[in-house]
């Protein structure tokens, strides 16, 4: 019985283990433009799509996904320790689609998933998952509640913040297609006006001394595609996955060569050439951080800004989700971490070997105690 005690509790014990190894995250450097250490540096988690179920989810998907989430928040803090955190939209997958109560409950939740740990600034920009697309009637009527959820939203869902000496402003970037609506309009005020801080500070566009704003958007500015990009990053995915375009199985080899998808659709994955140019001319922004697509990508654009897109935190879109650390130094200098986390099937599989040592555990256990009880019952001749 001692014996098999303790093999039940190594089939618990094991497997919780080695599972809260391998969901640490795992950060490598990326290339950077000119890095530094100093005392007065910031730190700044940087995640994207978060895509917390709405109302047609089952619980357990929820529940297991965002328990993932919650883990995940609290080991970037316990092993990084940042200063501050950006999340660059579609905080809820369904909130275009949801009602107040349910766009409540939905928040409601993503402080449940953040809260106990992040102590410091957060800034949230606004998604096309959380308000809808340019084109949607309902979009503008969505923009007040999700402003009021948020600390630091103007009521076009855009925000300035100043992080040691350093400043963050974010767009709503489903009001930047340049057909001049009327949150359109309002939005390039918001624009201007930073427009004419930058030009006032007299900031440097040099390549050498980038200090300008950090520019938050949720969409990318204009990239034909991901070939672009320093590395192209291919998802890996499973048929549950909600991910557009073609990705890797789970247990796939990556081909020789990697080839982009099909060019993103301008106004609905990237900004158009026309706006971009124009908020790099205006801003001059020393980093560009945005989401949406699902995919990591580092891009320099022609004028020197460095673009990060970074990458789905959730395993609803794919199997490898991942994240960014950007760590602001002396001298404008910018170092870029781009940090993985476990993989859905790596963890699934897991539990399913847990599950398979339990069950032969029970079996063992069962056939052990069914003979011991035969053979008391058995009379020698």
Known sequence: MTSSLLWLLLCLLLPALLLNLITYPSCSPAPTVGTSSSSSSLKVAVVADLHLAGPGTHWFDRFRRESFLQSTFRKIYWK???????????????????????????????????????KGPLQVVVGN?????????GMQ????????????????????????????????????????????????????????????????????????????????LYR???????????????????LEGSCLGVMASPPPVATPEEPYK????????????????????RLVLNGHTHRWCDHIHEDGTREITVSSLTWRNRDDPSFVIATFGANSSIHIQHCMLAHESTVLTIYLMQGVSILIWALITGFVAHQRHRSKNTKPE
């Open 80 to 118: 990084l320790k940042p200063d501050a955190l950006v999340v660059l939209g579609d905080v809820s997958d369904a909130g275009r689609k949801s009602n107040d109560a349910q766009w409540d409950a939905v928040v409601s939740r993503f402080w449940s998933v953040i809260g106990p740990f992040v």
């Open 266 to 285: 301008v106004g609905q994955d990237v900004l158009s050439p026309d706006v971009s140019k124009y908020l790099l001319e205006a801003l001059k922004p």
């Open 141 to 220: 009527a969505r923009l007040p509640r999700f402003a009021a959820s948020f600390p630091g939203l103007d009521p076009t869902c855009c925000s300035r913040y100043n992080w040691k000496l350093i400043d963050f402003i974010s767009l709503n970037a489903m009001a930047m297609q340049g057909d001049h609506c009327s949150l359109c309009s309002d939005v390039e005020k918001v624009v201007e006006k930073h427009s004419v801080l930058v030009q006032q500070h007299g900031q440097n566009r040099s390549h050498n001394n980038r200090s300008g704003p950090v520019l938050l958007l949720h969409l990318p």
């Open 129 to 137: 998952h959380d308000v809808g697309d340019h084109h949607d009637q």
């Open 224 to 242: 034909e595609d991901d070939s672009a990009c320093n590395s192209l990053d291919v998802p890996r995915c499973a048929p549950w996955h909600e």
